[in-house]
């Protein structure tokens, strides 16, 4: 059974900084193109940040320059390192596993609360 799991979320100051964590229990890791979402209270669910087989990442204008997506094969694990966090950046962030042959995320994380507030 495939399990993905985020850790790292919590409150935050404004200007401060999380690192988030996923691990994704699917066999061939490295197969998979791995991507975090946020979703804000009212709001759809968006792209953040994702990062592909051959590691080449991608970040929505809004997260750009502040956050880093990274990966580490070795333990099934992809993070998002959040700098300059802004109140706007508050949302349920979760982390989602594609197959890179596929369309559509697989499997999804059940997500971690970032509060950012002053």
């Known amino acids: 059974q495939v399990q993905i799991v985020e850790s790292g979320g919590g409150w935050v100051q404004p200007g401060g900084s999380l690192k988030l964590s996923c691990v994704a229990s699917?066999?061939?890791?490295?197969?998979?193109?791995m991507s975090w979402y946020r979703q804000a209270p009212g709001k759809e669910r968006e792209l953040v940040a994702s990062i592909d087989i051959d590691n080449s990442p991608m970040y929505a204008d809004s997260v750009e320059g502040r956050f880093t997506v990274s990966r580490d094969n070795a333990k099934n694990t992809v993070y998002l390192q959040m700098n300059n966090l802004k109140p706007e950046d508050t949302a349920v962030f979760y982390c989602?596993?594609?197959?890179?042959?596929?369309?559509?995320?697989?499997?999804w994380g059940q997500g971690t609360q970032v509060t950012v507030s002053s």
């Open positions: 699917v066999f061939a890791f490295n197969m998979y193109h």
């Open positions: 989602g596993a594609r197959y890179w042959v596929n369309s559509r995320v697989d499997y």
